[in-house]
């Protein structure tokens, strides 16, 4: 301990000066290629306050947890598989990812990304090929082909670093246009396996007088994972409540583990998900997204609910609490949203009440349940799916 208190002591380098001269300097004395070990290293040589954190964090043990005991400073160590990070939820101050892999010849790789996000966005992404009889890391700069560089200042790239599988992830920023790479581990090194360009600021497309949000499918037909990468595909762009569910299925998507405060939940086969945050107060929210088959065989209805309770499980109606349904054209492969006269059977009315109104959708069967808080309690009711529109009872 009293090492990681000379480390935190070191007067911590900019991004800026790190990112000029990492490649020109090799860290020497490394002991072994264990994931403490190296960067241990590594902050001697290039010491920010994120990863003194993060060193500190593995040498207490600790696997998940609040940092400093600042509001949403964490960090996760994961010692069986070589990872750890530091990050604000509010993303407003110094970010760090580090892990590291066995390479066919013997050596390690270690790779670590620092990031800043107070005023500026800046990520660096460093690669190193520990070597164990040199007792050495050097810089290496093609241990991930492929890397995308930032080529204009208003571009910017965000990584994330493999925890449990072997994948290596850049989403770059730039304009209107969201560009995502996937660089698989081949045993040695990262290599670009995968390049998929969005726009996501673009919004609805026009067909035919109607506007439309098109919908990237994997496979020739959709999957609940389309339909939540469609809604809560972009971070930088979705304000607070909805950002955090973009970034929990970023997470989810990675096999990478989710904050203590946070569960995320795909069943594929029901077409089904949802994500639940706990927050400081005592209250928490539930996201919840499913769709239903429409009996023309040609669309599906896809619903979306958040909803926030307070410790005591009473709806609060916070600002981004609410439902909402759209319809999905097989052929057209577009979605646009539907209103409640074309969803659902007889007096829809009271319904659009979001204040006191909350829509629980089915992970099984197909009815929704509708609760209504009221002065005088929660009435409960339900919307029967008949194939094409819901029948209230």
């Not at 290599?191 to 109607?210: A, F």
């Amino acid at each position: 301990m009293a090492g990681l208190t000379t480390l935190q002591a070191q007067t911590a380098r900019s991004l800026e000066e790190i990112g000029q001269q990492w490649s020109d300097v090799a860290i020497r004395d490394v002991n072994d290629g264990s994931l403490p070990v190296m960067l241990r290293a590594f902050d001697r040589t290039w010491h920010t306050n994120a990863v003194g954190d993060a060193l500190e964090m593995m040498a207490k043990g600790t696997t998940q947890g609040m940092l400093r005991e600042e509001p949403g400073y964490s960090g996760l160590y994961d010692s069986r598989n070589g990872y750890v990070e530091v990050f604000f939820d509010d993303e407003s101050s110094g970010t760090m990812q580090a892990c590291c892999r066995r390479r066919a010849n013997g050596h390690s790789l270690l790779v670590v990304m620092l990031g800043s996000h107070d005023g500026f966005d800046v990520e660096l992404l460093l690669s190193y090929d520990y070597d164990p009889q040199a007792c050495r890391l050097t810089p290496d700069e093609k241990a991930i082909e492929g890397l995308p560089k930032v080529t204009d200042p208003n571009m910017m790239h965000i990584h994330e670093l493999p925890q449990t599988g072997d994948e290596l992830e850049v989403i770059e920023y730039y304009g209107d246009d969201v560009t995502e790479y996937r660089f698989a581990w081949d045993g040695s090194k990262f290599g670009l396996s995968k390049k998929n360009t969005q726009c996501y600021d673009c919004g609805p497309v026009e067909i035919e007088g109607e506007y439309y949000i098109q919908v990237q499918l994997e496979a020739a037909e959709p999957t609940i994972a389309d339909f939540v990468e469609t809604c809560f595909s972009n971070g930088d762009v979705l304000p607070e409540m909805l950002g955090d569910i973009r970034t929990a299925w970023h997470r989810y998507r990675m096999n990478k583990t989710l904050p203590s405060h946070t569960t995320f939940l795909l069943d594929k086969n029901r077409g089904y998900m949802r994500y639940e945050r706990k927050w400081d107060e005592g209250d928490y929210s539930v996201a919840e997204m499913c769709y239903w088959n429409c009996a023309d065989r040609r669309h599906k209805l896809i619903a979306q609910s958040i909803a926030t309770y307070d410790e005591n499980s009473m709806y609060i109606c916070s600002q981004y609490d609410g439902y909402m349904f759209s319809l999905y054209d097989n052929q057209k492969k577009t979605m646009n949203q539907a209103i409640l006269p074309d969803i659902i059977s007889g007096d829809y009315s009271d319904l659009e009440d979001m204040a006191t109104v909350v829509f629980s959708l089915p992970r099984t069967g197909k009815d929704i349940v509708v609760k209504h808080y009221t002065p005088s309690g929660v009435k409960q009711e339900k919307l029967l799916w008949d194939g094409n529109k819901f029948v209230r009872k």
